[in-house]
């Protein structure tokens, strides 16, 4: 068994690159998944990829640059699954508007 299985991993930046690799395999070791970034169709993407069944996945769209709303974000995630087990914070704080 993995030592992640059943774990509450949220991944910001979780729509590209390194944070998309990160959901990829700990989906394969049967973690629960938070996925946070700017981009709500590409998380569905990464989150579609996956293959977790929804009771295991969250889509969460988040722009890193705007923190007033994490402690709102926050209590959805406490509402969904109780607790969250390990934050990777990969992504960046480039807002939207700046690209």
């Given at each position: ?59 969460l769209?988040?722009d ?11 209590a ?24």
């Amino acid at each position: 068994m993995s030592k992640y299985k059943d774990k509450v991993i949220w991944i910001t930046g979780a729509s590209s690159g390194i944070g998309e690799a990160l959901a990829l395999e700990f989906a394969k070791k049967e973690a629960r998944l938070i996925l946070s970034a700017r981009r709500e169709d590409e998380l569905k993407r990464v989150a579609a990829l996956t293959k977790l069944p929804d009771l295991d996945i969250m889509i969460l769209p988040f722009d890193l640059s705007d923190t007033s709303k994490a402690s709102g974000l926050a209590a959805q995630v406490m509402n969904k699954f109780g607790r969250i087990d390990i934050l990777i914070n990969n992504g960046d704080k480039v807002s939207a508007k700046k690209q």
